[in-house]
């Protein structure tokens, strides 16, 4: 007794640590895993086609399996999931900053590479980080810059030397050199700053370097002058079919926002072209809207749909920012015509071959425009409805 009169308030004190420590892992660690179901149910949402689709055997659906139950997918389950989903259409989905490739769609962020010792094959230490700055190179003015650098095990820079270096367009499985790209170290031509140890790459494409590319550089890195071979990707458009003028204008129609840009589009075709939807006020990620479409040569004027639920769900009133105008002229040699053509369209599919990428890339608007002043409440609260849709409830009901 006379022990725990003594001690008693440094044991009580003691306790309540422990319990507030337990208490605060156990918080984090359910805290984390419902950031994990959040960020997977995001990415669900933001998916602009169904993403049941494949699971009525339990196969692989598009959630990663967030909630799935143990013995598969159930109808029950894909039922929950779908409806969910198709509360808003394909072509407008709400989305965050969580969707890092819709809310940054002109960034690739590569992973460093932790290099091996080819004498030992034992990893080194050091990593590299081979980046391009944009994912992709548009038009023939524009110049693709890559960089690259490598850190130590206390990650500080090293001195790199480059001993080669070729770029490539990656076709079918095989390399094709095409025109050089220059590089330094000395704060010009795209590089930052003279002597910092990261180098610069640049590209310009010739007309014939349309598709994927590959910029391959043979380095020696490190006071051991270890070797290393580092490849880095990016996209190479430099036709431009067709480019966002800056020409914007906004309205409500059927209960959603409209915003409708003009394109000068150069070459006529299929066009697949989106766009973000930002709050004026905080810059938080609404939603983002897809148009798919022919488009004449000359000037078009599209329309992005932000459907009406998505903002009444944000709670946010305008105005609204539009920005990240984006897209590509789909270049397949496949008509989708065909496909009800019977046995003569399944001949022409079977026989349809291409020499060319799938995609010619649009220029880009990355500034924002801002819509007009709205009240959230004007924007309908309905979910999205359509005979797909019913069929698609029908179709799952049927496995009940």
Not at 60 to 72: A, F, L, N, R, S
Not at 140 to 161: I, P
Not at 164 to 178: A, L, T, Y
Request: hydrophobic share 35%; net charge negative; proline share 5%.
């Amino acid at each position: 007794m006379d022990l725990f009169r003594r001690y008693g308030v440094y044991l009580t004190v003691v306790i309540l640590v422990l319990v507030g420590l337990i208490f605060y892992l156990v918080k984090d660690g359910f805290g984390s895993d419902q950031e994990a179901k959040e960020k997977a149910r995001q990415e669900r949402m933001a998916r602009n086609s169904d993403p049941t689709q494949g699971n009525e055997s339990g196969g692989e659906g598009g959630d990663g399996g967030e909630g799935i139950p143990e013995d598969g997918a159930t109808p029950e389950y894909i039922l929950e999931k779908y409806l969910e989903w198709a509360e808003y259409p394909p072509f407008s989905r709400p989305m965050s900053i969580l969707n890092h490739d819709l809310a940054f769609p002109f960034i690739i962020e590569t992973s460093p590479d932790y290099t091996i010792d080819a004498k030992t094959n034992e990893p080194t230490g050091y990593v590299c980080l081979f980046q391009p700055k944009t994912w992709a190179v548009i038009g023939n003015k524009d110049m693709m810059y890559v960089t690259l650098e490598c850190r130590d095990k206390a990650r500080n820079r090293v001195k790199v030397s480059i001993d080669s270096h070729q770029v490539f367009k990656e076709w079918e499985g095989q390399r094709f050199g095409v025109v050089s790209a220059s590089v330094n170290d000395s704060g010009t031509d795209g590089d930052q700053t003279r002597g910092d140890n990261i180098h610069t790459f640049s590209w310009k494409p010739q007309k014939a370097d349309w598709g994927q590319m590959s910029l391959v550089a043979e380095i020696t890195y490190g006071p051991e002058n270890l070797k290393t071979t580092l490849t880095s990707s990016f996209f190479s458009s430099p036709s431009i079919p067709a480019e966002f003028n800056g020409v914007f204008s906004d309205s409500l129609q059927d209960g959603s926002l409209i915003v409708r840009a003009v394109v000068n589009v150069y070459k006529k075709g299929k066009y697949h072209l989106e766009a973000n939807l930002k709050d004026e006020k905080n810059g938080e990620y609404i939603a983002y809207a897809v148009y798919d479409g022919d488009l004449v040569s000359g000037s078009n004027e599209v329309e992005f749909t932000f459907f009406g639920k998505i903002l009444r769900d944000k709670d946010l009133d305008g105005p609204y920012l539009a920005t990240s105008f984006r897209g590509h002229r789909v270049n397949l040699p496949i008509d989708p015509d065909w496909f009800n053509q019977g046995a003569e369209g399944l001949r022409k599919i079977q026989a349809a071959k291409t020499t060319e990428p799938d995609r010619e890339l649009v220029l880009p608007y990355k500034d924002e425009y801002k819509t007009k002043y709205y009240k959230v409440e004007s924007f309908s609260n309905a979910a999205w409805d359509s005979a797909d849709k019913q069929n698609r409830i029908r179709q799952i009901k049927a496995l009940q």
